[in-house]
């Protein structure tokens, strides 16, 4: 069971009188999608309660590929109309996060053999920057043989005709995203509980007007009552839908995605690869990250636990195969690999449908009239959680028959580019004065941005929290102190991998575990058992991860 912070910690609490709150909307799921609505809904005006069963982002959206992008792939569908609104949420994100998301170049090597071939890539890359003509990203270039083999060595040369150069964006720490979101929702007066689990819809007259749900920190049951419902659970979308009696339809039909995290390895590109698999014709990435590499994804149906997803071995060896056919010169085997990690793709249920043909595009479903006052979000990816919030939003304005108040979300930047000049801010904020080295400063800025000021003030209330708790990484104790002061952890994992990332590093934060404990026991008043089940409960929870590191305990 998690544990909760001390009293010296900003605790979350169940407000006493919740039963009696008229929420307008409650939304069930705090992954990207259910924390962008909570934020368009609340800047909007809206009494929000957001709930989650465990922590912020740390369902799906923590477990993608980590791109912001138009979905080039897409085209081959002919999904017109989400690669336009993706590349225009990816203009979006550019500008309203970009401490978090930043423009990534991607090469897409192209041989004799494969099934996409150069005239194909080329029509392809036109009609992607055609799409984007408002974009401010640099468009396509296509290469010779000759350019591909110098900007990117380490490529298989036989058969190589050439290769197309394009740019679409990183978000690094999706992590971070999804928690700024719901900061932002909780800012503007949105209730936001974690660790609350939806147990049943309260359904009176064939309609939902509410939830009751455990809060599994404290074991106490509570009700919630509003006048709009959103299932925006991700993968768990029909565990929610579960005991209404009131649909048979099955909505999701999800698909798992598992990545490789590596070194840096002979051959490794100095640029991201975007490659199509010998194997089964699928494109795959192979992507700078994080100061390593990270290989993925596949596509397989998935019918497991959803509370315990894992890569496969199969999954793994496909992986491997791949890139060393690509970089020869790579000979990865699985000893090289760090950890993994894998997510399901909230997709809509298709009997028949190959995985790769299953549309990527989100879908908002009214439950009436059989269930009144209830929708259901199916799908959605990160890049387009923004615009899906908007429409989201709009719905419950509808249902409460209310004049829509305009979205603010395309136009304001997340707390974390919350200044006029980014650039300048982060210009000035690497000349600050403090005892944290200019490579710290720079680390507080990609994962942070302006909010790295907090940071900062807690140093200079107490200089021991300036301190390293994680030498690789270079993370330091008051990052610990405002995760749960601040930005809604409630347990070591929440800290180490949604809030200041340390769990993401070489040794999936393993190393850093006993450290950051300490942290806590010295400056949130944690005892030395509560840290000690902490610290065990996060090593039994990186186990699906295979690291490395823990091979070697």
Known sequence: MPFRGSSNSILRLIPTDIAATPFDAIIIGAGINGAGIARDAAMRGLRVLLLDKADISSGTSSWSSRLIHGGLRYLEHFEIGLVRESLSERKTLLRTAPHLVRPLP?????????????????AGMILYDALSFDKSLARHRMLSRVETLRRAPGLEPDGLRGAAVYYDAQVEFAERLVVENALSASEHGATVLTYARVERLIIENDAVCGVEFT??????????????????AGPWVDRVLAGTNRTSTRLLGGTKGSHLIVDAFDGAPAAALYVEAVEDGRPFFILPWNGRYLIGTTDR???????????????????LRETNRVIPSAKLTRDHILYTYSGVRPLPFVQDEAESGITRRHFIHDHAPALKNFLSIVGGKL??????????VNIIFKKLEREPVACLTARRSLSGAATDNFKAFSAEFGKSKSEISEAA?????????????????LVEEDAELAQSFDAETGAIGAEIVLAFRTEMAETLSDSLLRRTMVGLNSAAGLNAIEAAARVAREHLGWTEDHAAQEVAAYRDYVRRFHPESLKKD
């Open 441 to 457: 400063l720079e680390r507080l800025l990609r994962i942070y941005g302006t909010r790295a000021v907090e940071v900062l003030k």
């Open 383 to 392: 890049t387009t959680y923004r615009s899906l919030s908007e429409q989201a």
């Open 106 to 122: 991607l090469m897409i090597p192209i041989y004799e053999r494969g099934k996409r071939g150069k005239l194909m890539i080329r």
């Open 301 to 319: 149906r998935f019918e497991g636990d959803l509370d315990l997803v894992e890569a496969s071995e199969d999954e793994t060896d496909y992986l």
């Open 215 to 232: 809060d599994t920190l404290h074991e106490g049951v509570y009700q919630a009552r509003a006048s709009v419902t959103l299932n925006v």
